[in-house]
């Protein structure tokens, strides 16, 4: 690389995805469209042939239109297709409708054609002389790959250059891939004879050389006839004629407005057939399409470039707002940064602009360039400019896998990756992947191919360098090849994270070996050596599946520069770090006792006294304290190394630091001390690690052990752990509820040692459920009164994803379990994850749940639970002075043994003793927060350490103080529970007395009038999907589904679920925003949402959002556990337009301050019970105050006008003075009517004297007496 003088700046993580250039697809006759869903196809007409290439499938129903197999073809029609593939690897998504479902299957096989061989494919179909047909060719490419061939009609070329992914804009790169759309070819054409006959493959006109192998999925022949919306048979329905022309005078092959498009393309793309320019961006719509743009849209791609612009004065992409793929749009390059768009590296300084602007120098100065940033970049080659960079001096570069030493690359000497200094750990690997790469024919290719054909993987892959010269600056590349697989990792340097869910497919067209990718990552050197790991187990995104990285090949350039000013600080260490030359190797600038000098040999940062940012300076932590200045928790125990130091007083250096068998950071949550050996959370629930099975590896084994369980099909392993014997999980006394089970789920390597060899044989295995099912455990033979300690213990191999709640005796001991957080990494082989807690049976049976209804987290999108073994200790607690109570819990509960099993701590009317015997908190009066004491609790015999102990969103203190049961989720048995009740404002002490059901409807925009309520003080408002904030309509400001407050559990997505148009105004366009995408979550689970920050007894106004596709779905809406609409079926109410929308409309008191929302099917009869949703309004109302007037007092009792909320409803009560303080009730339903205002009557003989008492309205679901 070149080397001149330089302007750094600070780390940057960019990945600049890439795609190759293409000849232009030429349109002569018909159109190319996407398909994303039935609705992009012709479906309803007379179809005399509707035919499924498919070796293996059945008949498909779409929208009414039946697809035959090819198998089995139509009388007269004969196809010509040599060859299959079933099936063609990714299947599109296009909803979960059963017209979806099978649409999919019809795009998910393929025929094909060797063009190789000569081969065509060709269909042939028998019509009628002088009859119109329309022919639909379906073809869905799987992947961003260069596939494309010619479309022959009726003997002459209607498409040249098509493509498996749509249309390919003139000297520009490939339409991108989604999964989510395919592409529908079609042609409107009058039969001269009686053969119609379709010809694809290489048929002439312009050959790229890309695959020219065509494929197809499906194709469709309607006849087109005179109907009532088209009496002319001319392809053009009356009313779009009349509308545009007036008259009925058009025909399908006209052009009227010389567009370069004919009235039937122009019908078909929703373009203006009398207007040449639709969309007013400066290009015909003909020039439009054959572009790739949208007609109907100025900026198709968004790039702040209007079509006119990018294609006749910029040159660029029309389809891609990265024309480049340099990481910045093209209006930005144009219109902001003054850079090509057309050119990744505008400055040839070998980094692209994208990664420039994000680094601060810049991409029109090769002089300025980011040397400390990291990104990613494609690999096209060997030679120069492909990618690769050589010119330097490079203390290492080799092949990583077992091929050997592949030869020189422009000079640059590869060897294999067992030469001196160089250490490469990978459990895996593959010396041929696939089949060979072909990047080119050059010498320098060969080699490169030869690097990238092998490669080394496991979850984690790490590779250590020696011989580097600490502060000097490095320049790391790292080289992919992806044959397979949505693959990505984090990649670290020295244990600094330098990018972020790297993923090499996505620099790749294609995983056929015609590109690789590579990470380029510059840093400056913190010792001798540097270890650089790609680590699996900490990628969040969920697109990217495969999370087991792979490696092919690595170079280290040691980027040298002078010392100009002879102050022994290299010139590029200076300049990255201060921006001039100005410092010397004696300077402290940022005053943490270490020089510049020293600060470059450590690695740390001379700007920064503290650089990990633990509340530790810099010097303080190497000399003072040996702990890692780069590391802020240095021993990985969950405390950071100054609150171990100055608060704790534990040590940094060690995870237990008092050897309690605890680590300091559990303690320290539990309220014990890290450095007490005595004390220790015994009866807290702790999550730790553990890293094998002998003593001081994480898992107590010593004691008497009732039960010790392998949980799997693996049987009980071969001899102890520890001493303790692990038993198969089908003994007596042991109960294990599963779906599934994995026998060989995670391969440990603990140690060798007998004990981690036993103990990596239980975790090899695990039983697991998928959500809503709920694995479980019960052993029996307990003995009420005695302690024990359980250890469940689990492995994660695949999915950082995963949570689930552990309850034990049906309380959640532990909320959204993360194994993978847990254990420190997916498939992290030398740990596993413990949850630890002890107990005091109260019966003969202990009971555990593992449930993953309870995730609301959205980053944890795996639900189904899982476990590997357990083991419950019968413990043998001391009790050295004899007061019936251990040693142990007083000491963790007071800090002494001065207690006496009769005292009553906590004053809440249970002495120590019963609060042991019960596991409840004797220094807290209020063991569950529910507002009873725990006495008070015993005596109305709710559970004191469950809040809510009959399960209906209310507290047991909130159920006494309104009266209702505590016990009985349904106080009045009128199917709604108590909280439902409450918040709709019924009565739920009274059977009769249910909540009012929601308004359900249709929405047709977002403007006023059109069906939505947007105006007002909303406390949330968000899109429910993919595509982000959507913005402002009315005075609702619509944001992402990833807002505070917010948790969800919907485990599916689809971005382009539908594409609604509600019409032009800037409110319909956020609208649109909004309902384009949906989460959905499959039967049986369930849709799930909380929304915190209400304000309890204020009136709320909820708004759900939902597009439809068809009307087989259908399920019940919950609000707090009650059902404000049943058997809801979206479709039924948006019918088959995307003109609007339907929508669940509902008012409510809040009674706390969460709101818990749940779409359910389980009780509705809907074909389609997988729920969705796409949008949420939560509106705060304005508060109505009540007030109660006499009008009248008559024979028949004291007569009162009553006003508040609308619908609101609420208590009389009466009092005869209100120096009694008590109150009665005369009326428990005053309900308002629309208007807010009722008439009510007390009618009690003892109340008509005037004057002789006072009235009130009251909410009914209070007592009127506390």
Not at 336 to 350: A, F, K, L, Q, R
Not at 1013 to 1035: K, M, V
Request: hydrophobic share 35%; proline share 7%.
């Amino acid at each position: 690389m070149r080397k001149p003088p330089l302007l750094f700046c600070a780390l940057g993580l960019l990945a600049v995805p890439w795609a190759p250039a293409h000849a232009a697809t030429a349109v002569s006759a018909g159109t190319i469209s996407f398909v994303r869903g039935p609705a992009g196809l012709d479906l309803s007409g007379t179809f005399p042939y509707a035919v499924n290439f498919s070796t293996n499938d059945p008949e498909l129903v779409v929208n009414g239109l039946t697809f035959v197999p090819d198998t089995a073809p139509p009388i007269g029609a004969s196809f010509v297709t040599p060859q299959s593939v079933t099936p063609w690897q990714a299947t599109p998504q296009f909803g979960t409708s059963d017209d979806e479902n099978n649409l999919e299957q019809i795009y998910q096989d393929i025929r094909w054609a060797n063009n190789a061989a000569g081969e065509r494919l060709e269909a042939h179909f028998t019509v009628t002389p002088g009859q119109t047909y329309k022919i639909q060719i379906l073809v869905s490419g799987n992947a961003p790959e260069n596939r494309r061939w010619d479309i022959e009609v009726e003997g002459n070329l209607s498409v040249d250059e098509f493509t498996s992914l749509g249309l390919s804009a003139p000297g520009t790169t490939l339409p991108p891939y989604r999964n989510n759309t395919s592409v529908v070819f079609t042609q409107q054409i009058t039969a001269t004879d009686d053969s119609l006959d379709v010809i694809m493959g290489n048929l002439g006109g312009e050959n790229d050389l890309g695959d020219r192998n065509a494929i197809w999925q499906g194709i469709t022949v309607e006849q087109i006839t005179a109907s009532p919306d088209d009496s002319d048979a001319d392809g053009l329905p009356d009313a779009w004629e009349t509308l545009h022309f007036t008259n009925l005078s058009q025909s399908w092959s006209t052009d009227p407005d010389s567009d370069g498009l004919d009235n039937s393309a122009e019908l078909t793309l929703r373009t203006l057939p009398n207007n040449a320019d639709s969309d007013s961006d400066g290009l015909k719509d003909g020039a439009d399409v054959s572009s790739g743009g949208d007609p109907t849209v100025a900026d198709s791609d968004g790039d702040g470039l209007s079509d006119g612009l990018e294609v006749l004065t910029h040159l660029t992409n029309i389809r891609l707002s990265d024309t480049d793929f340099d990481g910045l749009t093209d209006g930005a390059e144009v219109n902001t940064h003054g850079t090509d768009p057309n050119e990744t590296d505008s400055d040839n300084d070998d980094y692209p602009d994208g990664v420039e602007i994000a680094n601060g120098t810049n991409p029109a100065n090769p002089a300025s360039y980011p040397l400390l940033s990291s990104s990613g970049r494609p690999l096209v080659g060997g030679d120069a400019g492909e990618g690769l960079d050589l010119d330097g001096t490079f203390p290492y570069a080799f092949n990583v896998g077992t091929n050997g030493a592949p030869g020189a690359i422009r000079g640059v000497t590869f060897t294999d990756d067992s030469a001196p200094g160089i250490t490469v750990a990978a459990p895996a690997q593959i010396p041929g992947w696939d089949s060979f790469p072909n990047l080119g024919d050059s010498p320098d290719d060969d080699v490169l191919e030869n690097i990238l054909w092998s490669i080394r993987f496991g979850p984690a892959v790490t590779v250590t360098l020696t011989g580097l010269t600490p502060g000097k600056p490095y320049k790391l590349q790292l080289l992919f090849l992806e044959r397979c697989c949505a693959r990505a990792c984090d990649i670290y340097v020295d244990d600094v994270l330098k990018l972020d869910d790297f993923a090499p497919y996505t620099f790749q067209p294609s995983n056929n070996g015609t590109r690789g990718a590579a990470a380029v990552i510059g840093f400056l050197a913190s010792g001798t050596s540097t270890t650089i790991k790609l680590d699996g187990s900490t990628v969040t995104n969920p697109l990217y599946t495969d999370r087991s990285p792979l490696l092919c090949g690595v170079t280290l350039e040691a980027v040298t520069g002078s010392d100009a000013d002879g102050d022994g600080l290299e010139d590029l260490w200076e300049t990255a770090n201060f921006g001039s030359l100005a410092q010397t190797p004696t300077g402290d600038p940022d005053n943490d006792g270490l020089t510049n000098l020293q600060e470059n040999t450590a690695g740390t940062n001379p700007n920064s006294s503290d650089t990990d940012a633990d509340g530790l300076s810099d010097r303080a932590e190497l000399v003072t304290h040996l702990t890692n200045p780069k590391k802020a928790d240095t021993d990985g125990d969950g405390l950071s190394d100054q609150y171990e130091i100055v608060t704790s007083l534990s040590n940094p250096l060690s995870r237990d630091s008092d050897s309690d068998g605890y680590s300091d950071g559990s303690e320290v949550i539990a309220g014990t001390n890290p450095s007490a050996a005595a004390s220790y959370p015994l009866f807290s629930t702790t999550v730790d690690t553990f890293s094998g099975g002998d003593p001081g590896e994480g898992l107590d084994l010593t004691g008497s052990f009732l039960y010790a369980v392998n949980i799997g099909s693996n049987g009980a392993p071969p001899g102890p752990v520890n001493g303790v014997f692990f038993s198969d999980d089908f003994q007596p006394g042991i109960s294990v509820t599963s779906i599934f089970e994995a026998p060989n789920w995670f391969a440990p390597d603990f140690g060798s040692t007998e004990s981690d060899d036993n103990l990596e044989f239980v975790m090899q295995s695990m039983r697991w459920s998928p959500a809503p099912a709920k694995p479980s455990v019960d052993l029996t033979g307990l003995v009420p009164g005695q302690a024990y300690k359980l250890q469940l213990l689990f492995a994660e191999s695949c999915c950082a994803g995963r949570a689930f709640d552990i309850e034990v005796e049906g309380l959640v001991r532990v909320d959204e379990f993360n194994p993978a957080t847990a254990q420190q990494g997916v498939n992290n082989s030398s740990q596993g994850a413990v949850v630890t807690l002890a107990f005091v049976a109260t019966d003969d049976t202990l009971n555990i749940v593992l449930n993953g209804q309870g995730v609301y987290s959205p980053a944890n999108v795996d639900h189904n639970a899982i476990i590997s073994g357990l083991t419950l200790e019968t413990l043998a607690l001391a009790d050295s002075d004899t007061d019936s109570l251990p040693d142990a819990w007083e000491i963790q509960y007071f800090g002494n043994l001065a207690q006496s099993g009769t005292a009553d701590a906590d004053s809440d009317g249970r002495n120590n003793a019963a609060e042991y015997l019960a596991n409840t908190l004797p220094n807290v009066a209020d063991s569950d927060n529910d507002g009873l004491s725990d006495g008070a609790e015993f005596a109305l015999t709710t559970n004191p350490l469950l809040a809510d102990t009959d399960g209906d969103d209310l507290l047991d203190g909130a159920e006494s103080m309104r009266s209702t049961n505590p016990l009985a989720a349904d106080t009045d048995g009128d199917s709604f529970p108590d909280a439902a009740e409450i918040i709709g404002g019924s009565n739920p002490r009274a059977a009769a007395s249910i909540p009012a059901p929601a308004a359900t409807g249709v929405f047709t925009g977002g403007d006023a009038g059109e069906g939505l309520d947007l105006e007002g003080t909303f406390l949330y408002a968000f899109n429910f999907g993919t595509t982000g904030a959507a913005g402002p309509a009315g005075s609702v400001v619509f944001t992402a589904d990833n807002i505070p407050g917010l948790g969800y559990s919907a485990l599916n997505q689809i971005p382009n679920w539908q594409f609604p148009d509600y019409g032009g105004s800037a409110n319909d366009d956020t609208l649109e925003r909004v309902m384009q995408s949906i989460r959905w979550t499959g039967a049986p689970d369930t849709v799930r949402l909380q929304l915190a920050g209400l304000e309890p007894g204020r009136r709320y106004k909820l708004q759900l959002l939902f597009p439809e596709t068809g009307t087989a779905r259908g399920f019940d809406v919950k609000v707090e556990g009650g059902v404000v609409a049943d058997d809801f079926f979206p479709g039924n109410y948006q019918g088959p337009v995307v003109t609007q929308g339907a929508m669940v409309s509902y008012e409510f008191t809040a009674h706390d301050s969460v709101l818990r929302i749940e779409l359910d099917a389980a009780d509705t009869f809907a074909p389609d019970k997988n729920p969705i949703l796409a949008g949420v309004t939560l509106e705060s109302l304005p508060i109505i105050p009540a007030s109660l007037n006499i009008v009248t007092v008559t024979s028949s009792g004291v007569n009162f006008t009553a006003t508040g909320t609308p619908g609101g409803v609420y208590a009389l009560d009466y009092s005869p003075a209100l120096s009694a303080g008590t109150w009665s009730e005369v009326n428990d339903n005053v309900t308002m009517n629309a208007s807010g205002s009722a008439s009510v009557t007390d009618a009690i003989p003892a109340h008509r004297t005037p004057g002789s008492g006072f009235w009130r309205l009251r909410n009914p679901a209070f007592r009127p007496n506390p």
